[in-house]
């Protein structure tokens, strides 16, 4: 917030990357458009960028039981406080581009995120929590829903640091698009390979609910940027490799 309100500071930049995090929540955006326009006035320097990229969720989808891939599209159902903040501040963000005031946005809808680099991972991401387990168990303990058939892709940290930098470079068409840099993966497939790499075992809490999937269509990204997706297993087993190596 003391940077965005002192333009100051970021005088010459012309592109902006906007991250919102659960740090964010003091700010207490509204819930709806009405109540975001009270708070507009803290981002009312934004109109100096000519460019602004917002890193947010796919979390603000609502889950299938179809186990079709998401795409930007589809319906938003938000059912924490997290996602609910980053739909807020997609709603901001759109609502300042459509009146001119951001030229060009966009809004990256970005999976799970995960590091392959022990330095860069997070104690609230899935598999970073799985990695960090095989080095100490007592960091992990993991409990399955379900039967673990449900439907996730994920999104590498180097992958999303190459979207950003394509988007700060390149002038594209569209405004939302999902990324994603790994195939569908069942969450007991993820669990299965960390037992097997003599991580700890899983705790399967069952309940008679359907599997309730989520996992994103990257058309669109493809569209405009060139990649191929990859086994979310195999760059875990390349991660253990890392891990062996610095033991």
């Given at each position: ?15 902006a990357v906007f991250c919102a995090s659960p740090a964010l929540s003091y700010i207490r955006y509204g819930r709806d458009l009405a109540e975001l326009e009270l708070y507009a006035s803290r981002f009312s320097s934004l ?201």
């Open positions: 917030e003391k940077f965005i309100g002192n333009p100051e500071s970021y005088a010459n930049y012309k592109v109109d100096h960028f000519d460019k602004l990229i917002f890193v947010s969720s796919v979390g603000v989808y609502e889950k299938t039981s179809s186990g079709d891939a998401i795409s930007v599209n589809d319906d938003i159902a938000i059912s924490d406080i997290y996602n609910s903040e980053k739909l807020n501040l997609e709603n901001m963000f759109l609502s300042m581009h459509y009146s001119g005031r951001i030229p060009d946005l966009k809004i990256l809808r970005v999976s799970g995120l995960y590091s392959v680099d022990p330095r860069f991972r997070s104690k609230h991401n899935l598999i970073d929590n799985i990695l960090n387990s095989i080095r100490d168990e007592s960091l992990f303990s993991p409990v399955i829903y379900n039967s673990g058939t449900q439907l996730r892709d994920f999104c590498s940290l180097d992958f999303i640091l190459d979207i950003l930098s394509f988007f700060v470079s390149s002038k594209v068409d569209g405004v939302i698009f999902n990324v994603s840099s790994t195939h569908p993966v069942r969450i007991k497939e993820l669990f299965d390979w960390c037992v097997e790499s003599k991580s700890v075992s899983p705790r399967y809490v069952h309940s008679d609910d359907s599997a309730i999937h989520r996992w994103v269509n990257t058309d669109k990204l493809r569209n405009v940027y060139s990649f191929n997706k990859i086994n979310v297993i195999d760059d875990l087993t390349r991660a253990c490799g890392m891990l062996d190596g610095m033991d």
